[in-house]
């Protein structure tokens, strides 16, 4: 069984940034496309970033492309999201989930039906 856990979260002024960590568990996680979703109060989650489980092909969402990076520690499972110049509208309940297939990167832009979630999540409040 997939476990995450998430971590890094916290309360934040616009324009500041934060690093979000996710440690897996329960899977190979090099064989594993690896995503982050993020869920604003009141709205449905949406997927933001995903980084491929080899060569580290990384796709963000427009919102939060240029300002989020995505990157993996396969030695560590341990997946990473670095936010950068954080507005308001980033603040919601942030998600690391394992693509269900090894090896497969599911679609994009990002299907929650492709992916494990195994966690908590870690909640991100940017004031303005």
């Known amino acids: 069984q997939v476990q995450v856990v998430e971590s890094g979260g916290g309360l934040v002024q616009a324009g500041g940034s934060l690093r979000l960590s996710c440690t897996a568990s329960?899977?190979?996680?090099?064989?594993?496309?690896m995503a982050w979703f993020r869920q604003a109060p009141g709205k449905e989650r949406e997927g933001i970033s995903r980084?491929?489980?080899?060569?580290?092909?990384?796709n963000y969402a427009d919102s939060v492309k240029g300002r989020f990076t995505i990157s993996r520690d396969d030695a560590k499972n341990t997946l990473y999201l670095q936010m950068n110049t954080l507005k308001p509208e980033d603040t919601g309940l942030y998600y690391c989930?394992?693509?269900?297939?090894?090896?497969?990167?599911?679609?994009?832009?990002?299907?929650?039906?492709?992916?494990?979630?195994g966690g908590q999540g870690t909640q991100v409040t940017v004031s303005s």
């Open positions: 989930a394992a693509a269900k297939v090894p090896g497969r990167d599911g679609q994009w832009p990002l299907s929650e039906k492709d992916f494990t979630f």
């Open positions: 329960g899977l190979s996680f090099d064989a594993y496309a």
């Open positions: 980084i491929s489980w080899n060569h580290g092909r990384t």
